[in-house]
């Protein structure tokens, strides 16, 4: 892998993880498209993973904060509460990580049928959450909590967004959009660095080997692109949430899904 394969494998990761457009997706049509096969390398995803984690932290530090400064009071207060709703959420992500792990991975490697599909089923998750109007409620409970964790655990397919389904979910029960993005980031912190360690644990046992092919610099690039444009996704998501226009994301991933569909076919 050259350096700006790296880069621009980076840059999809890095935007697609907050973007609700799906980011496993889109790196299997990158690879699809132009031969690369990043996806593919267990060191090169586990380092980019990582970096979107850390572009979370950077960006939502002060929540984070707040929510560890309330957590060490020892008291059921709203920070507790929140670190309540985080682990219910990670609870169906957790149950198909530890029993349906091989059967996911199978479905990564089925080809772009699946991914052009799901694709759809994002545009039309977002575009329903964008026209129903519930009645909003003032905190996420932890019953929200749990339905978003299972719209998490869906998201595990190729071409569903993970950040989309979460967030039309929280919309469609009636969250408020200003919690629902931060929410939705925060939660995902969690599963993330438990597969990266597993996945790590793998390398260091040699179940899975890594590809010499690509070098400390392309590892590097790949990071810093992805912590860079994490950053920026995760910012301008935020701010996309507020306003609610999800709906042009909605469009987008509806022509994404037909064009890749009909490629799939040829």
């Given amino acids: 892998m050259s350096w700006l394969e790296a880069f621009i494998l980076g840059m999809i990761q890095g935007l697609t993880e907050y973007l609700p457009v799906s980011s496993s997706g889109h790196l299997a049509i990158g690879s699809a498209l132009f031969g690369i096969q990043g996806e593919d390398n267990l060191t090169f995803t586990i380092v980019v993973h990582v970096a979107t984690v850390l572009s979370t932290l950077v960006i939502l530090w002060k929540e984070i904060g707040w929510i560890f400064k309330g957590l060490f009071k020892f008291e059921m207060n709203d920070e507790t509460k929140y670190v309540i709703n985080i682990l219910i959420s990670m609870i169906p992500i957790g ?57 998490q655990a869906c998201a595990v397919l190729p071409g569903l967004s993970r950040s989309g389904s979460t967030i039309a979910t ?15 980031f925060l939660m995902v912190i969690p599963p993330i660095l438990g597969e990266a360690l597993l996945d790590g644990m793998k390398i260091v046992k040699g179940a899975a080997e890594a590809n010499t092919d690509v070098s400390l610099l392309a590892l590097l690039v790949g990071f810093l692109s992805a912590f860079i444009f994490g950053c920026l996704a995760c910012k301008w998501m935020i701010d996309i949430v507020k306003k609610g226009k999800l709906i042009y994301f909605a469009v987008y991933c509806g022509i994404v899904g037909l064009v890749t569909l009909g490629f799939s076919l040829l």
């Fill in 95 to 151: 149950i198909v990580g530890l029993f349906f792990k091989d059967q996911v991975e199978e479905i990564f490697g089925s080809g772009l049928f699946i991914v052009g599909l799901m694709l759809l089923v994002t545009a039309s998750l977002l575009a329903f959450s964008y026209y129903a109007k519930p009645r909003v409620k003032e905190h996420i409970s932890m019953k929200d909590a749990f339905i978003i964790g299972l719209a």
């Fill in 170 to 184: 929280g919309l469609l029960l009636g969250d408020k959009k200003e919690k629902l993005a931060q929410f939705s």
